[in-house]
């Protein structure tokens, strides 16, 4: 199984990114899908999760009303729209999924993940 996230850079404050994730040698559409972020010095924590089917979505508080996530099962692809960003969005992202289970915000619940992407928003 693979999880390929994409999408990170440099934005200012204010800006928006859309980060990708592709996944591979999984049934995606089985999967809900999560994003985590972690920045320096801090643990992981969740930002948004989707379910198998497309039909929940949950988010941390922090982000909620700024970042959306969606998937799109033909692509095996979940993305996350980050809007209006803040410095204190600064952190590598990562994508993970979670077999057999609805939207999910407990890190180990899910089963694999990917390498993690980086967003650095400047203000």
């Known amino acids: 199984v693979q999880l390929q996230a994409s999408g990170g850079g440099l934005v200012q404050a204010g800006g928006s990114l859309r980060l990708s994730c592709a996944a591979s040698g999984l049934t995606f559409s089985g999967y809900a899908m999560g994003w985590f972020r972690q920045a320096p010095g801090k643990e992981r924590e969740f930002v948004a999760a989707?379910?198998?089917?497309?039909?929940?979505?949950t988010y941390a508080d922090s982000v909620k009303g700024r970042f959306t996530i969606s998937r799109d099962n033909m692509k095996n692809t979940v993305y996350l729209q980050m809007n209006s960003l803040k410095p204190e969005d600064t952190a590598v992202y990562y994508c993970a999924a979670a077999a057999g289970v609805a939207t999910i915000s407990a890190a180990a619940w899910y089963d694999y993940w990917g390498q993690g992407t980086l967003v650095t928003v400047s203000s």
């Open positions: 989707i379910s198998w089917g497309d039909s929940g979505t």
